[in-house]
């Protein structure tokens, strides 16, 4: 490469995007290992942050049996070249540890280790999704509120409604997030999809004053458990299964909108992040 273009590289900066959802089991693990593939296969160089960093299982649906994990890195063992995995379609991973309970209190220390750590990888990066853990723990709410955008995943069940809509309004009250990006998981179909995302879309105008973007939807497809239990992504399982086309739609929608508002890029993102570790400590 040369000069010009390494510069060029450098500057261009990575859109960050957390998956986030309210109610466990929803869909947020399948949700970020098609997109990324799918966008990748699109031709994004795409960056996969396992950071439900408890009990990740990201890597385990793909198949993959990384040796080393983010407790190695937080431990000072291994750098980051050496605990990435490869996905699909060439995208990069990097493992959470699992069943590690300290892991799950990780606090600034740990994230300013990732961040001096990812910032060598900044021109080399499109994307960054972020596999953030169910729930509005403290660790949840950070990573959201430093990505550029927060892709909130729900399924029509009224548990997931209400649990949307309380991860929404804790990321809006506490933090002044206005904008959300909504995808709707295991539903029948567009009308159904639509419905939900009109119910969650006035309240949420009406009492948080938030402004939530549909970005499409999911079907429930069996050929989703079945990759699960294959260790694949559906698109790379079975590519015409309507889950896969609808992921490979929902991938080309997100690369299309204009992210990346917070701007800045990967050094801001993790900047964002410390800020938003601190502010909850106090
Ligand atoms: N579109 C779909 N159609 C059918 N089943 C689905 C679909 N999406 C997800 N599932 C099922 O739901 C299960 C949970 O999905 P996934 O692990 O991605 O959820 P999650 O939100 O990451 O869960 P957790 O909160 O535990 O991390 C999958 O193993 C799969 O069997
Ligand atoms: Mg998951």
Redesign the pocket.
């Known amino acids: 490469m040369d000069q010009a273009s390494a510069l060029q590289n450098s500057s261009s900066s990575v859109k960050v995007i957390a998956v986030a959802?309210g109610?466990?089991?929803?869909?947020?693990?399948?949700?970020v290992i098609n997109l990324a593939s799918s966008m990748a296969a699109l031709g994004d160089r795409v960056m996969v942050l396992d950071a439900?960093l408890g009990?990740g299982?990201l890597d385990v649906?793909l198949g993959l049996a990384p040796q080393y994990n983010l407790q190695h890195l937080f431990a000072g063992e291994k750098n980051l070249d050496e605990i990435i995995v490869e996905g699909p379609q060439g995208i990069k991973i990097i493992p959470a540890a699992s069943g590690i309970q300290e892991v799950t209190h990780s606090g600034t220390r740990e994230q300013r280790i990732l961040m001096e750590q990812m910032s060598r990888y900044a021109g080399e990066i499109d994307f960054l999704l972020i596999?953030a853990?169910?729930g509005i723990s403290d660790m949840v709410t950070s990573f959201v509120m430093a990505a550029d955008a927060a892709l909130v995943?729900a399924t029509p069940e009224p548990t997931s409604m209400t649990d949307a809509y309380a991860l929404m309004k804790v990321l809006c009250n506490r933090y002044g997030e206005k904008k959300f990006y909504l995808l709707l998981?295991?539903v029948s179909g567009e009308s159904e999809a639509r419905q939900v995302y009109n119910q969650l879309s006035r309240v949420g105008e009406k009492f948080l004053d938030i402004t939530l973007v549909f970005l499409g939807y999911?079907?429930?497809?069996?050929d989703?458990?079945m990759a699960?239990c294959r260790q694949q992504a559906v698109v790379e399982y079975n590519p015409e299964s309507p889950?896969s086309r609808a992921f490979v739609e929902v991938a080309r929608r997100l690369r299309r909108f204009p992210i990346g508002s917070k701007s800045g890029g990967l050094h801001y993102f993790w900047q964002r992040l410390l800020n938003g570790g601190s502010r909850d400590q106090k």
């Open positions: 959802s109610k466990g089991g929803v869909g947020k693990t399948n949700t439900d009990l299982n649906m596999d853990a169910a995943v998981n295991q999911i079907p429930k497809d069996a989703v458990p699960v889950a």
